[in-house]
């Protein structure tokens, strides 16, 4: 008796511990945002107290969300992705391995929080409808995944032949659709999907004994990033909603018991859609327990919970977002666009991108694997630096097309063609890691408040909000395919330069390396 008692003490102390540390990487990827706006909002652009109050509501609640939901997927759906796939794999059943990766693939993208957001956001492809089909993307590139694991197939090549796909059926599909398809991709490697994917492609590849199986393994954020830009594009030839026009809608409260009154009748709404969004993916887990895992005690246990913590958390979020934190993203970048202070429009968009990314708690979880994988050849520094510049660029090239109109297809075509090109001069790992590296760098807040911050600056002006304003995430998911990359090959011209001298080096940061490359 005294024993359970000490034990239930401890994991409650380590269940608070988790808590507030996953809470405190959430405050620290959210309060950098909210400073700058504070900032914004009281020396160069007022705006309304009540959207700035509801703007300080929603940012604690995405707070809370965030922390709660980190430690759900950190507790419960990493588990559940490698205990199935591990299972999966034993039973050596290809068909029944390839189709429970794609009902997987389908149930956890329609649980991601950053794809909810933007299936709400965009005006002319009904919610339900975006969410189905970027979830069948994803489910059908997860048997892709799974062939390539169990296989090794050459991720290069597949990589190659998919983006062409892609580009041929970018040049004839509608253009509403272009920028739409390409943030889906961004948003569906999000905080859900990417620990999901990331332990159960680990737990398929343990089964293979070779050398190769653990770089195998990566990779397959990059695969599943594409299924939403194939089915999105495709989706453009068949599904018209001509009078749909997107916009933002300006929020006022006439009081404080208004602006709660606002947040307490979301609540139950956001509470039965995450619930249906979660349902598929416990029913699949139940019926796994039953027949393969019949997991016992308190792994069981841990793993409910978790699930507990992700659907509290996704619900807090979601309100957070929808209710208070996006509404004054959206004024005040229209208020800037409107103004005299219109020349502030894109390097503060490079400001906020440079703080969004340095304080993305995922960055440091991509920095250790790349230190792992290049046993600590490349620091950490290193990647976060070239990191910050990527998506400081990216949001300056997005506020850029608000500005002046471009297509997004100049910026996508040749940034990938380099990313790809790239990939024949590092070794496969890091092109795997590059391509896996979208998923971190587009978080939570370039598509909930980016977005709407640019959906605001086009608005006002006047421009065409679909294809000007939506392809920030397609964006900011696409740098790091390329600063990765070149991080890379500088890492091999230098090792090949200290192998053929004969000297050993120390670590070397990003401004050393490139001065070495010129």
Request: glycine residues 10%; hydrophobic residues 55%; charged residues 10%.
């Amino acid at each position: 008796m005294r024993g359970d008692i000490i034990r239930r003490s401890v994991d409650f102390e380590t269940h608070h511990t988790a808590i507030v540390e996953k809470t405190r990487e959430a405050a620290i990827s959210v309060l950098p945002i909210v400073a700058i706006v504070i900032v914004l909002c009281l020396f160069v652009m007022p705006m309304q107290a009540d959207l700035l109050l509801c703007f300080l509501i929603g940012a604690l609640m995405i707070i809370a969300g965030m922390g709660l939901f980190s430690l759900g997927a950190e507790v419960a759906m990493m588990p559940i992705g490698s205990k199935i796939g591990t299972a999966l794999t034993k039973t050596k059943n290809l068909p029944l391995i390839l189709g429970v990766s794609f009902l997987l693939g389908f149930a956890i993208t329609v649980a991601e929080p950053d794809l909810q957001v933007l299936a709400q956001t965009v005006p002319h492809i009904k919610s339900s409808v975006l969410l189905i089909t970027v979830g069948v993307g994803v489910g059908f590139f997860m048997t892709v995944c799974m062939l390539r694991i169990l296989t090794g197939a050459s991720l290069r090549w597949l990589l190659i032949a998919c983006y062409a796909l892609i580009f041929v059926l970018a040049a004839f599909t509608d253009r509403n659709y272009l920028s739409i398809a390409f943030d889906s991709g961004g948003v569906t490697t999000g905080p859900m999907t990417v620990p999901f994917i990331l332990a159960m492609g680990l737990g398929v590849s343990m089964i293979r004994s070779d050398r190769s199986a653990e770089a195998d393994s990566f990779g397959l954020v990059a695969l599943c990033s594409i299924g939403p830009i194939l089915s999105v594009l495709i989706l453009g030839f068949f599904y018209n909603d001509s009078e749909a026009t997107a916009g933002v809608s300006a929020a006022a409260f006439a009081d404080t018991r208004e602006i709660g009154s606002a947040f307490i009748s979301a609540i139950p709404e956001y509470m039965a859609e995450m619930a249906v969004a979660l349902l598929p993916i416990v029913a699949i887990f139940l019926i796994f327990q039953l027949c393969l895992l019949r997991l016992h005690g308190r792994p069981l246990a841990k793993i409910l919970i978790g699930i507990v913590y992700t659907y509290v958390g996704l619900v807090l979020f979601l309100t957070g977002v929808n209710v208070g934190f996006s509404t004054l993203g959206a004024s005040l970048g229209a208020a800037l666009a409107e103004s005299g202070a219109k020349w502030l429009l894109i390097p503060l968009s490079m400001l906020l991108g440079w703080f969004i990314i340095s304080a993305e708690p995922a960055v440091g979880v991509l920095e250790k694997q790349i230190e792992q994988v290049s046993a600590g050849a490349i620091p950490g520094r290193a990647i976060k630096l070239s990191l910050s510049v990527a998506i400081a660029l990216a949001m300056g090239i997005a506020m850029l097309r608000v500005v002046t109109g471009i297509s997004i297809m100049w910026f996508l075509v040749p940034g990938y063609a380099i990313a790809l090109g790239l990939s024949f001069f590092v070794p496969d790992i890091y092109t795997a890691i590059a391509f896996d590296s979208g998923g971190v760098a587009s978080g939570p807040m370039t598509a909930t408040f980016m977005l709407q911050f640019m959906m605001g600056a086009s608005t006002a002006l006047g421009g065409n909000v679909l294809s000007d304003a939506f392809g920030v995430v397609a964006i900011v998911a696409m740098m790091p395919l390329l600063s990765i990359q070149v991080v890379g090959v500088l890492f091999e011209k230098h090792a090949k330069r200290s192998e053929a001298n004969e000297e050993v080096y120390g670590d070397l940061d990003i401004i050393e390396l490139w001065e070495e490359a010129i």
